[in-house]
């Protein structure tokens, strides 16, 4: 078991900065792919971006490709998510996910975290 507590959130106007938090305890931090999910109002939650156990490989969705930047500390149990140039359509409850096996934790990770407001204005 993994608990995830996300933090960060907030507001910002159409393209300015926020970086996002999650916080990890539990099991030991290192063993988990790590990733970062959204949902915004009326649509179904969809994927943002994956890193490996290791950090040496991460994965984004198009969408934000280029733009957020997904990050982990192993030592201090971490992950953020650098997010720039947001866009109103950034608006969405983010949340930070846990999974042992990164292809999973892309798709259907195990463990949740309770999510963080985004809001972006235009």
């Known amino acids: 078991q993994v608990q995830l507590v996300e933090s960060g959130g907030g507001e910002v106007q159409a393209g300015g900065s926020l970086r996002l938090s999650c916080a990890a305890s539990?099991?030991?931090?290192?063993?988990?792919?790590l990733g970062w999910f959204r949902q915004a109002p009326g649509k179904e939650r969809e994927f943002v971006a994956a890193?490996?156990?290791?950090?040496?490989?991460?994965y984004y969705a198009e969408s934000v490709k280029g733009r957020f930047t997904i990050s982990r500390d192993n030592v201090k149990n971490t992950v953020s998510l650098q997010m720039d140039s947001l866009k109103p359509e950034d608006t969405a409850v983010y949340y930070c996910?846990?999974?042992?096996?990164?292809?999973?934790?892309?798709?259907?990770?195990?463990?949740w975290g309770q999510g963080t407001q985004v809001t972006v204005s235009s």
């Open positions: 539990g099991r030991p931090f290192g063993v988990y792919a």
């Open positions: 996910a846990a999974d042992g096996n990164f292809a999973r934790v892309r798709g259907t990770p195990g463990f």
């Open positions: 890193i490996h156990w290791s950090g040496g490989s991460t």
